[in-house]
């Protein structure tokens, strides 16, 4: 029942602004803790905070330093810091070289207790998904081992959602990791990241950032 109610009030979150589906294709609408893509970072947070965010750990540099992810949390711990309501932390995509840190992404991490229990939650929130957007979207699913893991034990399980009009998209990752490496690196064993990206960092990452 609990697990239930978690994915209903995400998927009420999600399409918290949508008045009606045929606007779904702008996922500006979409919220995850407030956040959403198009939108400046800077209309929550102080630059000083966003920029000590850039440069602490939690910080992520794709290739020639593009883009990177950055989070927000709870803790003190975390520069840019804000009461969650429903994720563990919240990750967002940003431009570190623009000075307006428009959101190209944003995802919302939620921790599971077991693998069985992440796989269930995500089996679950693809096929509301589904039901909701029909034919407005393309579903693509993957697996790939993590790159952050040399010993290639780690294992990322996506779903991916694009929509037919605009080409942005919802994810629904499954992340795997091997418990040696997470503990080394003190992060989540198992964990589901619910993400929504614009063409322009979806179209990097293929293109891009691994090659």
């Not at 996922?27 to 905070?49: P, R």
């Not at 428009?102 to 929130?125: F, L, N, P, R």
């Not at 990322?156 to 994810?171: C, H, K, L, P, V």
Request: aromatic share 14%.
């Amino acid at each position: 029942m609990i697990k239930k109610l978690i994915r209903i009030i995400i998927i009420s979150i999600l399409f918290f602004n949508l008045q009606i589906k045929s606007i779904a294709n702008d996922l500006s609408d979409f919220e995850i803790e407030g956040f959403s893509i198009n939108q400046n970072l800077t209309d929550f947070f102080d630059e000083s905070a966003i920029k000590e965010e850039l440069n602490s750990n939690f910080a992520v540099f794709y290739k020639n330093d593009k883009f990177a992810d950055i989070t927000v949390g709870e803790t003190a711990e975390h520069p840019m810091r804000k009461d969650l309501d429903i994720y563990k932390e919240v990750s967002i995509t940003i431009k570190p070289k623009d000075k307006t840190y428009k959101i190209y992404s944003v995802g919302g991490t939620i921790v599971c207790k077991t693998k069985d229990e992440c796989k269930k939650t995500q089996k679950e929130i693809v096929t509301d998904l589904i039901n909701y957007f029909g034919s407005d979207v393309e579903l693509y699913e993957w697996k790939d081992k993590y790159q952050g893991d040399k010993t290639r034990k780690s294992m990322i399980y996506g779903n991916e959602f694009t929509f037919n009009q605009s080409d942005d998209t919802i994810n629904v990752d499954f992340y795997s990791l091997d418990k040696d490496y997470a503990d080394k690196e003190n992060y989540y064993n198992q964990y589901l990241v619910i993400s929504v990206s614009d063409y322009e960092f979806d179209k990097f990452l293929r293109d891009e950032a691994y090659n």
